[in-house]
């Protein structure tokens, strides 16, 4: 990709976003933080993340039985 490319493919980028009204970002901005995955999981790997879930499963299996 020639220099000359790439600058015109950022301007282009630059021009669509700036062309969106402001609500509009907001929204596309809100919808990619909610698909990503929880932070432990990002963090840690899926491992960590699936004790946490066992734990907090048998915790309140616990406290029902009481």
Sequence with gaps: MKTNDYVKFVTQQVVEYADQPKSERIKKRQ??????????????????????????????RLQKQK
């Design 31 to 60: 919808e990619k933080k909610e698909a990503r995955p929880p932070a432990m999981h990002r963090w840690f790997g899926l491992v960590p993340f699936a004790f946490l879930l066992v734990y907090k499963k048998n915790r309140n």
